[in-house]
């Protein structure tokens, strides 16, 4: 039987062409329901305060940072989305005198432009680098934070980002949100044409991406102008750089973070039922973590909000 068509674009792959009854079993979970989907590899965790939240999220910063020397280096991949923890890392830095300098950082992914076919410049008022610059490591002493060359963003030429995950810096863990598409960092579902107009890709293609500029899905489009352009779509590139499933795979851990701000309250329950239940398909990029040995959801429980149909 063939898939349905998205309810979002007929012209890509998207969750609202999944089975409607994984549809509808996420959607009845109740907050504590969430907690039950735990298993070995899957860890499921709530926060009572966005105080709590984002301090846990920053110290996951300090304790990759902790881990690491000069001869065994050790880093953390991170989010644009959620950003509030970011001030809180510097801040517990500088006041424990944390020595971060054999420390590393990769960023997760970057906006493309396609007028210059380069990543857009810091100056860019979307620019993850310069949120990560302006919000943490220009925040931290200089006598205490890792060098220029210990932090990575990815470019559009995409060959220096992806030799730094070799192995020769191990990632303690790669921090994410969820956008609306259900993805981590901009690994977005694919269009639906050429060989994947009657399917998604397989999961084991999918796995295989690596660090790479992708076309945006017009869900994720219009997310970040809702979460970061005050609603101007106009503004916001259709094109970005993305670190893959081929270099998450290299990291020990995988930590989600839903504060309720970018993801809904159905999306929030999507995902962590299919990686639950193992249900793994590539029109719901998240759902791919199902096979990563060891991924944990952090939620705010404020921001669970409810899937109960309420009119406005």
Same mark, same amino acid.
């Given at each position: ?6 309810? @979002? ?17 996420? +959607?009845?979970? =109740? ?99 310069? +949120? ?30 992806? $030799? ?43 796995? =295989? ?29 259709? =094109? $970005? ?8 795979? =290299? ?23 299919? @990686? ?6 590539? $029109? ?5 973590? +199902? ?22």
């Amino acid at each position: 039987m063939p898939r349905a068509l998205s309810k @979002i674009s007929p012209d890509w792959w998207d969750y609202t062409t999944l089975d409607p009854h994984i549809l509808r079993d996420a +959607a009845t979970l =109740k907050p504590q329901g969430l907690l039950t989907l735990a298993r070995p590899g899957f860890k499921v965790v709530f926060y009572d305060t966005l105080e709590e939240f984002y301090l846990a999220e920053a110290l996951e910063y300090v304790d990759a940072w902790r881990q690491s020397t000069d001869a065994n280096p050790v880093g953390i991949c991170g989010p644009i989305g959620p950003t509030e923890h970011l001030p809180l890392v510097a801040r517990i830095v500088n006041a424990l005198r944390l020595d971060v300098r054999s420390g590393h950082f990769w960023g997760m992914d970057e906006w493309f432009d396609s007028a210059t076919g380069r990543e857009v410049p810091v100056t860019h008022p979307l620019s993850f680098e310069r +949120a990560d610059r302006e919000l943490c490591f220009n925040r931290i002493d200089r006598s205490l934070r890792m060098p220029d060359a210990h932090l990575h963003f990815p470019k559009a030429d995409t060959a220096a980002y992806r $030799a730094t995950w070799d192995g020769s810096v191990r990632c303690a863990v790669m921090q994410g949100g969820q956008g609306d598409v259900k993805h981590w960092a901009f690994n977005d579902p694919l269009p639906r044409k050429g060989r994947h107009k009657d399917a998604p890709p397989s999961p084991e293609d999918y796995r =295989k991406l690596a660090t790479r500029v992708v076309d945006l899905h017009p869900l994720t489009i219009a997310q970040n102008a809702r979460t970061s352009g005050g609603g101007n779509i106009s503004m916001v590139p259709t =094109k $970005a750089i993305t670190v893959g499933p081929l270099e998450t795979w =290299k990291a020990d851990k995988v930590s989600i973070w839903h504060a309720g701000s970018h993801d809904n309250p159905f999306g929030q329950r999507l995902t962590a039922f299919m @990686i639950s239940r193992r249900i793994i398909d590539s $029109a719901v990029p998240m759902s791919l973590l +199902a096979d990563h040995p060891n991924v944990q959801f952090n939620y705010f429980r404020g921001g669970l909000g409810t899937c109960a149909i309420e009119m406005h």
